[in-house]
């Protein structure tokens, strides 16, 4: 935005203020009443709602936890810069969501686990590699989906209110995490439900007003190619020494599939690539598939996994094109290429892009609407952060605490998960600084890079662990190792180096970082399937024994599954019944002293027990934390698996159309 305060067009009327208010007050309700009416006295119930959700709070909760504000900023930045090519990320996911209900969580299920590096410490025994995954997924939440979000999210408060940014993210954060550790993820799940209908509805209205003030869709493909900004001289360009390509909007704007070797984002990586980075997100990330394990049975998973494809075919509507509108009609600002003025505008010398969504909801949506509009990025913010904390919580306590202590017993995990959170939240506060001084100019691209230099190694792992029974330990771990290794060495020169911009270009070898990151993902993961299986039929096999109801060959197995683990598991069960014994006297004291402490104190002790799901005093032990109830059957009934399948034919057949019209 300009410095001048005439064009600086706050939100500080009652009409949008009402209903930013209302707003809150709704989420806080539906997290009140959730919280209330769930068991959050149990790792089960905590974690993973009890396994009693139904079809549409699973697929609102998979589309709100995707959809953040990241999303918003970045899908529609990046969109007024280059054109629709990006919503290939949105629409690519529209089948990787197919695999997951239909492959990956019918696996998951019968193996009874809670969190994914659970289900990689049953498939291969030992611990390294569920540690390794336990302790790459927290880096990536922390460091890439905490910092976009809560980035994006300011970018917008700043142009919306004028606040200061440390205030407006600290107090988002802090009410998320309130119904977060208070509510579990059924809470989380029913908030989403509302969060993913103010989302869609406040975005179809922007998008409505948008297209109507750029005169319609015809006239947005007229008027794109010529969004270039007006206020600077014929000289600046040569002063500092722009090329054209800087200001001027792609030829291939409207193009899904672009040229290979020229294309800023390349078919091939488009096709695959993201594909790649697609399946380590939807079919193995804690924060998407813990969504899924809530629900009652497996053809809820499905009919859910169908809602959440349907509601991805938005975002190319109603943020990527909104985007390209921006930039029609606020060229000088969106659309900025020299340094000073950029820096005068947006604070960044890199380009203004990600003011785009923001600057069309301040400037051309009416008082009340504007509020609606800022709502909807907070319900974005907070969802997507809501879930991102939930899900870490659960890998923590479940992956790493009980490590470090396996007689834990579940009231104590129930706390841990709860001060994890919080901790969350604290590293996310300090992370605010270095959040502000990322390059905007590369938001979305920054968050896609990291993932592709990361994500396939884990995508290759899971992909062979769930479809090939040869795969074995030494094959899983030394095939995670070398592709973080390949990673690595492509991830840090470019952080070195710096991955550049248009009029600062970077130094960085054409040999180490002229890979485009999308074709780079497809190198990786194939170098790193062909690691696993080299090892893996090197070395012995694991028998059939250990692999029942493990692999999606024998998910239908009735055999005992003898796991990898079981002596560490006998060991554990033995520390637990020794613990129970302790606990079990220190009950009857404590119920004997039950009376005088209720009559002592102002039971400010059990309101806080009840607000949290924590039961008083009583104390649940389960057998082993390793161990959750397990949901090992996954049969459908004839009806609703006919429904769930003719559906995702449909959608199936709606992706390939889109698809095949906009490529």
Known sequence: M?????????????????????????VISVGIWAMFRTNRGTVG???????????WPVGASLFASNIGSGHFVGLAGTGAASGLAVGGFEWNALFIVLLLGWLFVPVYLTAGVITMP????????????????????????????????????????????????????????LITALYTVTGGLAALMYTDTVQTFVIIAGAFVLTGYSFAEVGGYSALLARYSSATPRNFSSTEPQRYNISPSCYLPRQDAFHLLRDPSTGDLPWPGVLFGIAIVGGWYWCTDQVIVQRCLAAR????????CIMCGYLKLLPMFL??????????????????????????????????????????VVTIMPNGLRGLMLAVMLAALMSSLASIFNS??????????????????????????R???????????????????????????YIQSISSYLAPPISSVFLLAVFVKRVNEKGAFWGLMGGLLMGLCRMLPEFWFGSGSCIFPSNCPFLVCGIHYLHFAIILFFC?????????????????????????????????????????KEKDREAQREEEDRMREDRMREDRDAAAVEEGEPGICQLIGGFCGGGGSQVQVQDSPEEPEQLADIREEPEWKFTVDANALIMMAVAVFLWGYYA
């Open 419 to 445: 001060v994890w959170v919080l901790c969350i939240v604290a590293v996310s506060i300090c992370w605010i600084p270095v959040v502000q001084a990322a390059q905007s100019g590369q938001l979305f691209d």
């Open 319 to 360: 943020m990527v094109f909104p985007g390209m509108i921006s930039r029609v009609l606020y060229p000088d600002e969106v659309g900025c290429v020299v340094p000073e003025e950029c820096m005068r505008v947006c604070g960044t010398e890199v380009g203004c892009s990600n003011i785009a969504y923001p600057k069309l």
């Open 297 to 304: 049975s497996l053809s809820h998973v499905k009919a859910g």
């Open 392 to 417: 870490s919580s659960t890998l923590f306590t479940m992956d790493i605490w009980t490590r470090i202590r396996p007689r834990a017993t579940e009231r104590e995990l129930l706390i841990v998960g």
């Open 118 to 173: 659970q289900y990689l410490k049953k498939r291969f025994g030992g611990t390294r590699i569920s540690l390794y995954l336990s302790v790459i997924s927290l880096f990536l939440y922390i460091f890439t989906k905490i910092s976009v979000d809560m980035f994006s999210g300011a970018v917008f408060i700043q142009q919306a209110l004028g606040w200061n940014i440390y205030v407006a993210v600290i107090t988002l954060l």
């Open 45 to 55: 119930g905590y974690f993973l709602a009890g396994r009693t959700m139904t079809w």
């Open 528 to 568: 790193t399937s062909a690691l696993v299986l080299l090892v893996s039929y090197c070395t012995p096999p694991i028998h059939d024994q250990h692999l029942h109801r493990l692999v999606f060959s024998l998910r239908h197995s009735k055999e005992e599954r003898k796991d990898l683990d079981w002596e560490q």
């Open 2 to 26: 300009e410095d001048s305060s005439s064009d600086k067009v706050t939100i500080n009327n009652p009409a949008d203020i009402s209903v930013i208010v209302g707003y809150f007050i709704t």
